[in-house]
């Protein structure tokens, strides 16, 4: 399996962001990691190995990058202002540094993203701000609302990254158009603590006519990476 490292310096984020490819071409997938994590993370929990069949016969190629998450929303040690701030400065270095560098490497029209507990969070938001840049996501045992991470702070840049929050009230026909086009899947377990946030953005989702699927498996244990490993097999 073709495996890569990068690192490079981002002036959005003032400082070192690293990243690891795995494959050689297929549709293109940005993994984000769970609380947290780290960039290596899904290739030291087992996911990567769990599709390694894909990754080797060129059906699909993971970019799994980095979080910044211990400098937002797990910050404790800052305003919830900044925290949120660090938030959208981490969804600039995605879009305007790590995208176009996938785009340099891989010319597949899709792209995906991918992550699991907090980064199914991240894998839904941005796919869902941007679904002219991403054509689908994959989020399992997401959490979507927020809001107890900010300790009753809210402002507009709160609002309009949290799913549940702006879904709502979204009336643009642009993104609807292309929700349209997109694949979104949210998967979970009965026995997940984090089931009753993808059964509330499954039926926001469907309110709004936006075409999604909502598997909720009967396992022990769902939020955890023997399942997950399970459901990236399964739906990627």
């Known amino acids: 399996m073709n495996r890569e490292y990068h690192k490079w310096w981002s002036w959005r984020l003032d400082r070192d962001m690293e990243l690891l490819i795995f494959g050689h071409g297929g549709v293109p997938i940005v993994v984000f990691p769970s609380s947290q994590g780290r960039f290596f993370e899904f290739e030291d929990r087992g996911l990567i190995g769990a599709v390694a069949h894909k990754i080797d016969s060129g059906e699909i190629q993971m970019f799994c990058v980095d979080s910044v998450d211990a400098e937002s929303w797990y910050n404790r040690d800052v305003p919830p202002r900044w925290r ?38 991240h894998a839904v938001n941005i796919a869902l701000r941007h679904p002219d840049r991403f054509t689908g996501f994959l989020s399992m045992s997401g959490a979507f609302d927020l809001s ?78 023997p399942t997950w490993a399970r459901m990236m097999n399964e739906y990627l």
């Open 84 to 121: 949120i701030a660090r938030h959208v400065q981490y969804e600039s270095y995605i879009m305007e540094e790590v995208l176009p560098f996938i785009r340099l490497r891989n010319f597949d029209p899709h792209l995906v993203s991918v992550g699991c507990s907090f980064g199914g969070y």
């Open 148 to 225: 107890n991470f900010l300790g009753g702070y809210y402002d507009q840049d709160v609002y309009f990254n949290m799913p549940p929050h702006y879904l709502p009230n979204l009336a643009d026909p642009w993104f609807f158009d292309r929700y349209r086009n997109n694949t979104y899947i949210l998967a979970t377990g009965w026995d997940d603590h984090c089931l009753g946030q993808s059964q509330n953005l499954a039926r926001i989702m469907g309110e709004k006519g936006i075409p999604h699927h909502l598997y909720i498996w009967d396992s022990w244990n769902s939020h955890d990476w």
